[in-house]
């Protein structure tokens, strides 16, 4: 069953050269693929080897892009349905407080908000949900790697559900490198919005110009590949807090971006800070997915009450 997709990894390889010149979203074809290839390449040892095999890397990095490849006119419910899930504004997200940890607590607390910024109606859509599909996604991950770790232990067939949970690794891979692309966590997505004294582009064209053509145009995946490299897989045991520090810590390069882009080192070749400061966001996505997925591991191991319908 791993033949036909191997067979799209290869048909989507040779198309990498044409999709870059479409409108992309996120890292693009390539920042996606290279956060995910180099996130399950760094796997430690003790992970499965199904997670860890030329046919897990070539899959996991294939489904990197894969909710982008959702993002279609022809299929605008869907379109539409998923859009919140890539991004978070964090200046607005953070006024409700402490943010809860199911998605529908969110949502109930952005409409019982009674002072809104001025002008701006806090919907999920306006907001996003970003945080609340990587934990979701998270969690089905490790759900499916307790239901391997049971088969295995009972020496039954374990084909169908290692499919399963290479989905899940590839697909969460997507989100958490949303996570790491400034520009992601911020109402400050694609242009500068309001008081402006340094005079940061207002064009909407920043957001593509750095995530999608830089990344094609400069950056490889060697050069993320040993950042993450040197770095050591870390367990992580409240995955939520955790995840929130990630995408606040992204947020704090949002003025770095505006003024490395103001400076032209994201256009044409750019300058080796640009390259740099490119590398290493992409590098911060495949460090935490790598440490997500392996965390899902070490945790499907943890007792759970059986659930029996009630």
């Keep these: 069953m791993r033949l036909p997709v191997l067979a799209r990894v290869a048909v989507a390889s040779s198309l990498i050269s044409l999709f870059a010149t479409q409108p992309a979203w996120a890292w693009g074809i390539d920042g996606h693929s290279i956060i995910n290839r180099a996130a399950a390449a760094s796997l430690p040892s003790d992970v499965p080897l199904f997670l860890r095999d030329a046919s897990a890397l070539d899959t996991i990095e294939y489904l990197g892009p894969e909710p982008d490849r959702w993002r279609n006119r022809a299929e605008s419910e869907l379109s539409a349905e998923q859009a919140p899930d890539h991004f978070i504004d964090l200046e607005y ?46 969690q089905k991950l490790k759900v499916d790697l307790r239901d391997y770790r049971e088969l295995a232990a009972a020496h039954k067939p374990t084909h169908a559900i290692e499919l399963a949970i290479v989905y899940d690794a590839g697909w969460l891979g997507h989100y958490v ?70 995408l606040h810590k992204t947020n704090t390069f949002v003025e770095k971006t505006y003024q490395l882009e103001k400076a032209g080192a994201f256009t044409d070749a750019g300058t080796p800070e640009g390259k740099a400061f490119a590398a290493e966001r992409l590098a911060a996505g495949a460090i935490e997915l790598r440490d997500l997925i392996y965390s899902a591991w070490i945790h499907s191991a943890d007792p759970v009450e059986e659930y029996h319908g009630n």
């Design 93 to 138: 997200a953070d006024l409700v407080g402490p943010l809860p940890k199911k998605r529908y607590d969110f949502i109930r607390a952005l409409n019982a908000m009674k002072t809104p910024p001025a002008g701006v109606t806090l919907t999920p859509e306006k907001v996003g949900m970003q945080p609340w599909e990587v934990e979701e996604i998270w």
């Design 177 to 246: 490198g949303d996570g790491s692309m400034p520009l992601h966590t911020t109402i400050q997505y694609n242009g500068w919005t309001g008081p402006n004294p340094n005079g940061y582009t207002v064009e909407h064209k920043i957001h593509s110009q750095f995530e999608s053509t830089y990344v094609h145009n400069a950056i490889k995946y060697a050069d993320v590949s040993k950042l993450v490299a040197d770095t050591k897989p870390t367990p992580i045991d409240d995955e939520w807090a955790q995840y929130l520090a990630y």
